[in-house]
C-alpha cells in the first residue's frame, strides 16, 4: 500500500505486504532527516535516519528515499507486520546543526491480519 | 533503549495550579528539548537547551518556562495551568557529535480542568 503522506493520514496494509509512508518536508536546506514510530502511549522511537548527501538509505526491513528536487521523502518497510502498526513522522534539519527538528502531520500505519 | 525518562506520565489539575513536568536523562547529553504534540498531530518545539544555564524559547509559543541547572535535568513549569494547556508534553535529547537523533522520553500527559 501507499499513501500520499500528509494528505491521507491512514494506511492500512495488509500483513506481509510492502508499506510506502511518503512525507513532503518544507525546507531545500534542509541536510538531515529522520523517520519516527511512535505508538500509542509511548514518545517516539528513531528508526532511520538519511543525510541530505544520500538518495538512500537501507536498514532492517526499512528503506528511506530522499528526493530532493520535488522535497519528497519516503520510508518503506518489507514484509510489514502487526507489531509495525503505530504513527510515523518523519523530521526534518532546516539548520544544520541546530537539532531544531520540523516534524511532519504524521501517518498512522494499521496493520491487518 | 533510550535512558530519558518524564514524571509524571498522567496528571489531571484544576486551573490555576503550578505544576512542573520533570525531564531527566542519563546519556549526558548537551541538548535537550521540550515538544508539545495534541493526539494524532505533529511535534512542535516549545523549548530546548544547548547546554547548563542555556534555554530557547521553540517555535511554538508556550507560556511554560525551564531551567538547566543540570545537564541530566530539564523541567518544565507552568505557573498557573489552563485549561488550554491540555495536552502531551514530550521531552528529547542528543548529543553534540555525528549522531543527530533525538531520543525522547514516554511523554507526561497533562489535562487542566
Known amino acids: 500500500g501507499e499513501s500520499v503522506g500528509l494528505h491521507l493520514p491512514t494506511l492500512s496494509v495488509q500483513e506481509g505486504d510492502n508499506s510506502i509512508i511518503n512525507c513532503a518536508y518544507s525546507?531545500?536546506?534542509?541536510?538531515?532527516f529522520i523517520w519516527y514510530k511512535q505508538e500509542s502511549g509511548k514518545g517516539p522511537q528513531f528508526i532511520i535516519d538519511?543525510?541530505?548527501?544520500?538518495d538512500k538509505r537501507q536498514g532492517q526491513r526499512v528503506t528511506v528515499l530522499l528526493n530532493k528536487t520535488v522535497k519528497h521523502l519516503s520510508l518503506q518497510i518489507a514484509a510489514t507486520q502487526p507489531g509495525d502498526s503505530a504513527v510515523y513522522f518523519c523530521?526534518?534539519?532546516?539548520?544544520?546543526?541546530?537539532?531544531?527538528?520540523?516534524f511532519g502531520t504524521g501517518t498512522r500505519l494499521k496493520v491487518l491480519a | 533503549e533510550a535512558d530519558i525518562y518524564q514524571t509524571p506520565r498522567y496528571l489531571v489539575i484544576g486551573t490555576g495550579k503550578k505544576i512542573t513536568l520533570e525531564c531527566s536523562q542519563t546519556?549526558?547529553?548537551?541538548?535537550m528539548y521540550w515538544y508539545q504534540q495534541d493526539p494524532g498531530m505533529e511535534l512542535h518545539l516549545i523549548h530546548y537547551s544547548y547546554g547548563v544555564n542555556s534555554t530557547e524559547k521553540g517555535d511554538l509559543s508556550s507560556e511554560s518556562t525551564v531551567s538547566r541547572i543540570r545537564t541530566e535535568h530539564f523541567p518544565l513549569t507552568l505557573e498557573s495551568a489552563r485549561p488550554s494547556h491540555t495536552s502531551q508534553y514530550l521531552c528529547?535529547?542528543?548529543?553534540?557529535?555525528?549522531?543527530?537523533?533525538?531520543?525522547f522520553g514516554e511523554g507526561s500527559r497533562l489535562t487542566v480542568l
Open positions: 528529547a535529547s542528543s548529543e553534540q557529535g555525528v549522531r543527530r537523533e533525538l531520543f
Open positions: 525546507n531545500s536546506a534542509s541536510d538531515y
Open positions: 523530521a526534518e534539519d532546516p539548520s544544520s546543526g541546530t537539532y531544531k527538528y520540523i
Open positions: 546519556m549526558g547529553h548537551d541538548k
Open positions: 538519511i543525510r541530505s548527501n544520500m
